[in-house]
């Protein structure tokens, strides 16, 4: 059975940190490409980050350049999102998303809600 679990999310001030994990099982993780998605109240659901199989690859959405990093460690099927500078606008539920191919798996999403 394909989980993909996330957690770390939470309520947070603009400038500050969040960390958020995805924990995977169920499939090859080392030969899926991973991502993180996030969709905002009334918005459409975007691509935030993802990251290659073995890691060498990975790409961001311009808005998050260099706040946001994207990694990956395989021998704990986990990709991590490390979030700094955080801003009100990125404040939405985050999604794990595993794909490979025509293999394609979601999490269930955690809250990042950024506000004083």
């Known amino acids: 059975q394909v989980q993909l679990v996330e957690s770390g999310g939470g309520l947070v001030q603009p400038g500050g940190s969040l960390r958020l994990s995805c924990a995977a099982s169920?499939?090859?993780?080392?030969?899926?490409?991973m991502s993180w998605y996030r969709q905002a109240p009334g918005k459409e659901r975007e691509l935030v980050a993802n990251?290659?199989?073995?890691?060498?690859?990975?790409n961001y959405v311009d808005s998050v350049k260099g706040r946001f990093t994207i990694s990956r460690d395989n021998a704990k099927n986990t990709i991590y999102l490390q979030m700094n500078s955080l801003e009100p606008e990125d404040t939405a539920v985050f999604y794990c998303?595993?794909?490979?191919?025509?293999?394609?798996?979601w999490g269930q999403g955690t809250q990042v809600t950024v506000s004083s």
């Open positions: 998303n595993a794909r490979q191919y025509d293999y394609e798996y």
């Open positions: 169920g499939f090859t993780f080392s030969s899926y490409t």
């Open positions: 990251i290659s199989s073995y890691g060498l690859s990975r």
